[in-house]
């Protein structure tokens, strides 16, 4: 016998094709699978067929949505449509949301420009914020990383929304709340001073 | 909205009971899941129940087995059933096989003793190896990692195993083949002398 059971062997080159889960970590993980009731993993197997039976994206945000049309945030009346706040990810949307500090809609990309990697701006959700844009919009915030992929898909973006009465905008840099000045890095500090507010005048 | 649709959720949720995938990694697994074609995922789910439902462990040496009563190994009249080599887990067997240096057959303890972690003897397979001393078995080879784990369960099966007629015996330790004599370990270089072979006498 020179190989695993040909049932397993299947199930460990599915799980090899995860991202971050190599050829150890996908054995592992079919082994622990062998080890758990049956109906653990049907339950599991129907989860991930539902989910790509049930769950689409959005045709406003681009967002996950689970049915219909639109997602929960855009079909919300309460949600104000002239701010649309772009991001890269689904999680970066929880994030801001937690924040309480935005009322408008969201735009997922669903990444963020990386030519070395093949990300080039025709594999972004960037058609689908342009067509918004016809719309009561009149702020763009351009909420990314703040590291060289975001950067860069903040400068192409704000070159490409450059329309008449259309505000572009991206949040503050600086000192994060509660964080020290002593640790804070040099580029973030120098952010901090240039971005300063005016406290009296 | 402050978290995901329920569907996205529930695979999340399940992902994230991997061995070794925490919440972000199971968030990225299903993101992913996501941008795949349908078909891929089917094909995935499909792998996961198939393999619940087929595969099985011998009932001899534990090992996993695709159908049927015996595993390939222990079915083929050519190896020699008078020594069994106990190893920790299948891949163990695979890289038993690999090395050609052995004929008999094998035994699965899927695991080795680890108190701490709650790993007894109760968890290992230990009473389906002591059913098979009652056959014609002259010899027992416990194979296991030179670690702490294994030198216990070797320790542990060897007093348990003390069976006139038995045999019970363990790999040699020593400097690895192709291994660099300045770079071997204090334990490895003291176990290699210990153990060394006459040459000429």
Redesign the interface.
Known sequence: ????????Q??VD??GR????GPK?A?????????QP?ED???????????????SFCSQCCN???TGDL???CSDDRRDQHVICVVE???D??AV??SRAFTGTYHVL?GLLNPLEGVTPDRLRIQELIKRLHGPVTEVILCFNANLEGDATAMYLSKLLQVPGLVVSQPANGLPVGGDLEFADDLTLSRAISGRRVLAD
């Open positions: 016998m020179s190989s695993y059971p040909p049932s397993l299947t199930v599915e799980l995860f991202p971050g889960v970590s054995q592992r993980i079919a082994f622990w699978l062998m080890r049956s993993v049907n339950r599991l197997s129907t989860a991930m067929t539902d989910m790509k039976a049930n769950l996950f949505a689970e997602c929960p945030l990810s689904p999680p949307v929880l949301e937690r669903h």
